[in-house]
T-cell receptor
Framework: AQRVTQPEKLLSVFKGAPVELKCNYS??????LFWYVQYSRQRLQLLLR?????SIKGFTADLNKGETSFHLKKPFAQEEDSAMYYC??????????WGAGTKLIIKP | SQTIHQWPATLVQPVGSPLSLECTVE??????LYWYRQAAGRGLQLLFY??????ISSEVPQNLSASRPQDRQFILSSKKLLLSDSGFYLC?????????????FGEGSRLTVL
């Protein structure tokens, strides 16, 4: 079955500390994974996609097929990183399978 | 630039009443359109998607229906609301299939059924 799991509903770290938001997936084919972010009072928006191998706002995510993971990382958290983060898996041309989301709080 | 508008933002309706949530996209042609429901602690659930006028695909059988009367208009409806229809509904669009994984979301509509 196709599934995305974000084991942490809430993650709280201090400003300047490293951040890792976990995402594990279950998919039989070659996965395409994405991270979306929703800042307070803003729309849900794409943060990054694994095929681009990009760093956005200091965040990176590496696809680990052996561990079926796509964790989102940032070496030094900033207060403006506080938001809701969703991991998503493309399951067809029209369907993304979404994780339940992790609320990230950066403490000053 | 492209924009997506969704309304109403908040709606309180009695059980058994009808529902109409509207979504329009501007600045693009022939977008793929989507209705999602976002439940706390459960992520996003795809309800309907549309690849063109009058073409609706339903992902989850339920008390809701969708229509696309115009290229950039997507409507979520119900004839008789149930308590379980309460939730946060998101409209989104994409350029063709989700080739790049990028969906553009509206601001959402919070529906409370009493």
């Amino acid at each position: 079955a196709q599934r995305v799991t974000q084991p942490e509903k809430l993650l709280s770290v201090f400003k300047g500390a490293p951040v890792e938001l976990k995402c594990n997936y279950s998919y039989s084919g070659s996965p395409e994974l994405f991270w979306y972010v929703q800042y307070s009072r803003q729309r849900l928006q794409l943060l990054l996609r694994h095929i681009s191998r990009e760093s956005i706002k200091g965040f990176t995510a590496d696809l680990n097929k052996g561990e079926t993971s796509f964790h989102l990382k940032k070496p030094f958290a900033q207060e403006e990183d506080s938001a809701m983060y969703y991991c998503a898996l493309k399951s067809s041309n029209y369907q993304l399978i979404w994780g339940a989301g992790t609320k990230l709080i950066i403490k000053p | 630039s492209q924009t997506i508008h969704q309304w109403p933002a908040t709606l309180v309706q009695p059980v058994g009443s009808p529902l109409s949530l509207e979504c329009t996209v501007e600045g693009t042609s022939n977008p793929n359109l989507y209705w999602y429901r976002q439940a706390a602690g459960r992520g996003l659930q795809l309800l309907f998607y549309s690849v063109g006028i009058g073409q609706i695909s339903s992902e989850v059988p339920q008390n809701l229906s969708a229509s696309r009367p115009q290229d950039r208009q997507f409507i979520l409806s119900s004839k008789k609301l149930l308590l379980s229809d309460s939730g946060f509904y998101l409209c989104a669009w994409s350029v063709g299939p989700i080739a790049t994984g990028e969906l553009f979301f509206g601001e959402g509509s919070r529906l409370t059924v009493l």
